[in-house]
């Protein structure tokens, strides 16, 4: 094996960078990315990280030796909520799970849950944009849940419903996060003194699902409902969880970037009845900008090349759209909300799909919600445009790196009706 290894910032402290990346990793990451083009070499205490950020290092992790990796160290099988899920589940089973549900995800399916999304965005704008201000946050995750809820588990959901849920999901999402980023990560099953809101958290999500697994009456369920009792809750857990947290936060970032920039909400007005091109160029260069899956990472289980180092089974990588989407060779003026970037005549540019685009993954783990979410946001980007006229009112918010990109504050915008 070649001696060659990828350069990287050095520090004169026993832990390294480590500190600086909990303090604040967006800056970190961002400022190691632009300085060492394609690979870095992250000291972290006793360990080194390796971030792969050129699209052909990042395609050599997440797809051309796919074989050679597994997620990363936060990302526990023994999850007691999800670890069976395939969002974490690796090997035989995972194949598995993914060959099950790829036809609930299939394009005519999704084209087929194009009435229900449209339907939830119409009836969830007119209850939150009537109001004097609208907090896009609230809007984000209260319009991701009634879309998952109507579409992949069949229900007509009330507001209650979808404050529990998404209350517990926030819980056991800041739970993750914590775990994640600690060093030592106390057994699940501990008392429940340790991860107490986490367990009741999980209880009512839990608590939500297995009757619903019981009488299913969507695609989705009824292939989830055909798994072993123990995995089932855990398998449909992964879908509400993955399909809303996400979805939530980038629509309340694409409304956000939206109310600054009034230029393009009437563009998007503008659009002909039922064509959603330039609306999904907003989305997706408000994914680019504010990926809500900033991180990813992964653990080499055999020596493994990538770009050209080559490196020892056992290294940690990290993948981060939030990086690889503001380098300037990709995109210039990379800073800007730029949706025009996105088009290339009446059509969206085949980039999206390449790995300099990040945002839903690469490889066979890429997300399987991609064309769902896309849908999703571009009707609601959309159907919003065309009814109101929006405008902010507070300084652009900071984005929080947690399990998910986060806006902190800065959320309240007006709308106005056309
Ligand atoms: C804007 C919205 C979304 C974003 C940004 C997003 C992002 C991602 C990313 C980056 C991954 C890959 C993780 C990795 O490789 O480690 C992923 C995986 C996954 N996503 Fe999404 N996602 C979104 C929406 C959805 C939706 C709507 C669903 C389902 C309803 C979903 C279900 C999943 C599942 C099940 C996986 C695991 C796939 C596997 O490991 O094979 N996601 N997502």
Redesign the pocket.
């Known amino acids: 094996m070649s001696l060659e290894r990828p350069h990287g910032p050095t520090s004169r402290w026993p832990w390294g960078l480590l500190p600086t990346f909990h303090r604040d990793p967006l800056t970190l990451l961002e400022r190691v990315g632009r300085r060492y083009p394609s690979m870095a070499a992250l000291p972290f205490g006793p360990w080194t990280l390796y971030l792969a950020t050129g699209d052909k290092a990042v395609a050599d992790v997440?797809r051309t030796h796919k074989d050679h990796f597994r997620?990363g160290p936060g990302?526990e099988a023994k999850n007691p909520l999800i670890g069976q899920?395939?969002?974490l589940s690796e090997g035989d089973l995972?194949r598995e799970q993914?060959r099950a549900i790829m036809p609930v995800?299939s394009h005519n399916a999704i084209k087929a849950y194009h009435a229900a999304i449209a339907h939830e965005v119409n009836v969830g704008a007119q209850k939150f944009f009537s109001a004097a201000s609208v907090d896009a946050g609230v809007f984000g995750r209260y319009l991701a849940l009634a879309v998952?809820l109507s579409t992949?588990f069949g229900l007509s959901p009330k507001d209650e419903l979808i404050s529990r849920l998404g209350e517990s999901t926030s819980q056991v999402m800041e739970h993750f996060h914590h775990r994640a980023r600690s060093l030592y990560r106390p057994p699940y099953a501990w008392p429940k003194a340790f991860n107490g809101a986490f367990h009741q958290s999980s209880d009512v999500l839990r608590a939500f699902v297995e009757p619903l697994l019981d009488r299913p009456n969507t695609p989705l369920l009824e292939i989830l409902a055909q798994s072993p009792p123990d995995r089932r809750a855990q398998e449909a857990l992964?879908?509400l969880i993955?399909?809303?947290e996400?979805?939530g936060n980038?629509l309340a970032w694409t409304i956000r970037l939206l109310a600054d920039h009034p230029e393009v909400v009437e563009r998007v007005s503008q659009e002909a009845e039922g064509g959603l091109v330039y609306s999904e160029a907003v989305v997706l260069e408000s994914?680019r900008l504010f990926?809500?899956?900033w991180l990813?990472?992964r653990t080499a289980i055999q020596n493994v090349e990538v770009d050209h180092y080559h490196l020892a089974a056992g290294s940690q990588f990290l993948v981060s759209?939030w990086v690889t989407h503001r380098l300037e060779s990709y995109y210039p003026e990379a800073e800007s909300f730029l949706p025009e970037r996105w088009l290339d005549g009446g059509e969206i540019k085949r980039t999206r799909t390449d790995y300099r685009f990040?945002?839903?993954?690469g490889g066979?783990?890429?997300?399987?919600?991609?064309e769902?979410?896309l849908a999703?946001?571009s009707l609601a980007v959309a159907n919003i445009c065309r009814r109101w006229r929006l405008r902010s009112r507070e300084p652009f918010p900071s984005p929080t790196p947690g399990m998910t990109l986060s806006p902190r504050g800065g959320l309240e915008i007006l709308a106005c009706p056309r």
Request: hydrophobic share 45%; with cysteine.
């Open positions: 997440l997620k990302m899920g395939m969002l995972w993914r995800f998952t992949l992964t879908f993955a399909g809303h996400t979805t980038a994914l990926p809500p899956v990813l990472s759209p990040l945002a839903f993954g066979p783990r890429r997300c399987p919600g991609e769902f979410a999703e946001l």
